[in-house]
């Protein structure tokens, strides 16, 4: 079976010889040890959680992106973490922040709000990059399952 073009909006595009019944449901979570990662997005939203301490609350979030790098295995794999600034400068996830910042050297200048200072991730060529431990954990949402713990208070310069 050869591959299929189509035309969508006026431009061809070859579309992949597969299906996706051929697809794995499959997913396993990256294995204990410590990796490189790159800052590819980090982004300030507002969620309402629907559960927890904020429930119905709207709460801000950094969402941030990494992409696992230098790794024979796992390179090109993305990781997703959720920093939750609802407990000020003093929680857990600003603290881990303020060393996302130590070690991918990318401070937050005095007037830069946090926003700003995250977008900045975004600009980089190349990437912000960070060597991290990385743990795999019962999912608790999925029992049977595995999913990552990124220990950023442990993470160091790439």
């Not at 997913?27 to 559960?51: A, D, H, N, Q, R």
């Not at 119905?56 to 993305?78: C, E, M, W």
């Not at 996302?100 to 200048?109: D, K």
């Not at 946090?114 to 975004?122: C, I």
């Amino acid at each position: 079976m050869g591959t299929p073009v189509v035309e969508i909006n006026g431009s061809i595009d070859l579309l992949p010889d597969w299906t996706l019944d051929e697809v794995s449901d499959a997913y396993e979570s990256l294995p204990t040890s410590t990796y490189t990662l790159e800052v590819i997005k980090m982004t300030l939203k507002t969620v309402t959680p629907k559960s927890g301490p904020n429930a119905n609350k709207p709460t801000h979030i950094i969402q941030a992106s990494f992409l696992v790098a230098d790794d024979p295995t796992y390179s090109g794999r993305r990781l997703e973490k959720s920093f939750w600034l609802d407990q000020g400068p003093t929680g857990l996830d600003a603290r881990q922040l303020k060393v996302l910042a130590r070690v991918t050297g990318v401070s937050q200048p005095a007037g830069v709000t946090l926003s700003e200072w995250a977008y900045r991730y975004e600009e980089l060529v190349p990437p912000a990059r960070f060597r991290v431990p990385i743990e795999q954990i019962p999912d608790k949402k999925n029992p049977g399952a595995t999913t990552e713990r990124i220990l950023l208070l442990k993470s160091e310069v790439a």
